[in-house]
């Protein structure tokens, strides 16, 4: 049975950082490209940014500079680095484990930052 779980995230100020994990199992996870995304109350969901197989990274552009995605391949987890947080990047975030034919979704974290 194929799992992601994330972690990490939770109430923070403005400016703090946090560090979101995305925990495989039951795949080869160095197969898989990992992509994380994130909802906002109201609105559709968007690709926050992705890593490769090979370590490639791709950023959403307005998070461009407040953002950086990691992988362990030992430890089957995908990794989401928020800096600078904002009022908006308040959301749910996900991940996703995306394989050819084969995508997997997480259950998400939520992220809320306020004062």
């Known amino acids: 049975q194929v799992q992601l779980v994330e972690s990490g995230g939770g109430l923070v100020q403005p400016g703090a950082s946090l560090t979101l994990s995305c925990a495989v199992s039951?795949?080869?996870?160095?197969?898989?490209?990992m992509d994380w995304y994130r909802q906002a109350p109201g609105n559709q969901r968007e690709m926050v940014g992705t890593i490769t197989t090979r370590d490639i990274t791709n950023y959403m552009d307005s998070m461009k500079g407040r953002i950086g995605i990691s992988r362990d391949n030992a430890k089957s987890t995908a990794y989401l680095q928020l800096n600078d947080l904002k009022a908006d990047d308040t959301a749910v975030y996900y991940c996703r484990a995306r394989h050819m034919t084969r995508e997997y979704w997480g259950q998400g974290t939520q992220v809320t930052v306020s004062s």
């Open positions: 039951g795949l080869d996870f160095r197969l898989y490209t």
